[in-house]
């Protein structure tokens, strides 16, 4: 089964607001989590990662924090825009190697 | 267009045909990661390469599922005597050894249709 879940399968934000989207994962194992971005009929477009031995990284208008007691991982967007509505996955490296996604979660920003 | 490039967009087969899907990864990347990704859910890793050397295969790459990477930069990807189960996006992702996974970039995709 998937190490990796999203609490979340749809998520509506006015302009604006800022949004949080969830992700739960299993294996405590893990070294990396990023978060990707697919808008549609495109690849996965990398946003930010986090080491498992952060608790929080900031980039421009994101911040992805990382609760390894509850093994909870969240991606915090600020002011959003038209252009942040996607469907946003995050995903998990153990060892330095492959990517394992979650299901994924879409980001509808109302105007 | 110096990104991942995927190769067709769009692929439309019959049931039982046989299917390559090319991928031209970052020049100075060195990993070359297939992954598989169907409607509503997560890409779904299939195999990946280090250099020309295959280092893993999912158990999701069924025999009729073959991957090369000949002199370490364009993959293929073949799907043999293709099932309708097959239908799916494609994506291939490079990233340079150092980052692996993370600095993972991808194409655009290949969206094969199998009828």
């Known amino acids: 089964g998937e190490s990796v879940g999203l609490h979340l399968p749809t998520l509506s934000v006015q302009e604006g607001d800022n949004s949080i989207i969830n992700c739960a994962y299993s294996?405590?194992?893990?070294?990396?989590f990023i978060w990707y971005k697919q808008e549609s009929g495109k690849g996965p477009q990398f946003i930010i990662d986090?080491?498992?031995?952060?608790d929080k990284r900031q980039g421009q208008r994101v911040t992805v924090l990382l609760n390894k007691t509850v093994k909870h991982l969240s991606l915090q967007i600020a002011a959003t825009q038209p252009g942040d509505s996607a469907v946003y996955f995050c995903?998990?490296?153990?060892?330095?190697?492959?990517?394992?996604f979650g299901t994924g979660t879409r980001l509808t920003i109302i105007p | 267009d110096t990104g991942v490039s995927q190769d067709p967009r769009h692929k439309i087969t019959k049931r039982g045909q046989n299917v390559t899907f090319r991928c031209d990864p970052i020049?100075?990347?060195?990993?070359l990661y297939w992954y598989r990704q169907t409607l509503g859910q997560g890409p779904e890793f299939l195999t990946y390469?280090?250099?020309?050397?295959?280092?893993?295969k999912s158990r999701l790459l069924s025999d009729r599922f073959s991957a090369e990477r000949p002199k370490g930069s364009f993959s293929t990807l073949e799907i043999q005597r293709t099932e309708q189960g097959d239908s799916a996006m494609y994506l291939c992702?490079?990233?340079?050894?150092?980052?692996?996974?993370?600095?993972?970039?991808f194409g655009q995709g290949t969206r094969l249709t199998v009828v």
């Open positions: 992702a490079s990233s340079p050894q150092s980052g692996a996974g993370t600095e993972a970039f």
């Open positions: 294996n405590s194992a893990s070294d990396y």
């Open positions: 986090i080491r498992s031995n952060m």
């Open positions: 995903a998990e490296i153990i060892g330095n190697e492959k990517l394992t």
């Open positions: 020049s100075e990347h060195n990993r």
């Open positions: 390469f280090q250099n020309e050397a295959q280092l893993e």
